[in-house]
């Protein structure tokens, strides 16, 4: 009987520290390696808290709180993506053994089932902005972006057929059903045969963002123009 005790004893303090301590830390490994994918970041640095750490073997997290440095979302890079979440619900045995022939997004949705409070902050600097309208804009050279609280404007030189058009365009980022959009205020073409060619396209509203690339089921929910770099906030509405 006195080994059977003894036996007991060693077992439950192996599982007090396999749920108060193991457990938590390799739920964070696979959560940080499964951000860094979804956000091709290059480094995640990710906090889960609950009192007590046993909470976590059955999926309950008090706090949460991640940043990942030089990510992307959908086209755009990203200087900073920070998360931070309460009252979560996780799916444990989806986290420790994924379903398979799931996208990282898809995982995403499934891994979080609960979010008392979820949010998803990101920082686009200058930078970001002039390498995704290198990327999308045809022939783009000598192209500068500036960022304030009141606008963000740039301005640019676009090849067509030979020609030369030195196009400048002014705006704001806004947040509409979930997506990021940039809305023009104004353009001017300094090339008038060209305006007639093809420019006058670009006038209206340019998703930039879309809430459907974001994992755990988050929106865009707002965005706030900074000196040299764009905030924008993803939240989950409340389950």
Known sequence: MKKFLTFMLFLLIVLVILSEIVLPRVVTNILEEQIMRATAAQSVDLSIDSTPNVKTAFG??????????????????????????ENISLDIPEIISPSENLSDKERGDKIIKYAGKLELHGIITAEDLLAYLEKKVDRLQNAEVKITPEEVSAHGEVKIMGRTAEVELAGKFVAD??????EMTNLNVKNSLLRHFQIDSLLGDVKILNGDDLPAKLKYDSVELREG??????VKSRD
């Open 60 to 85: 309950t997290v008090d706090k949460i709180h991640g940043t990942a440095s030089v990510g992307r979302l959908g086209e755009v890079d990203f200087k900073e993506l920070s998360l931070d979440g």
């Open 177 to 182: 059903g979930g997506d990021i959009y940039f």
């Open 229 to 234: 770099e764009v905030l924008v906030t993803a």
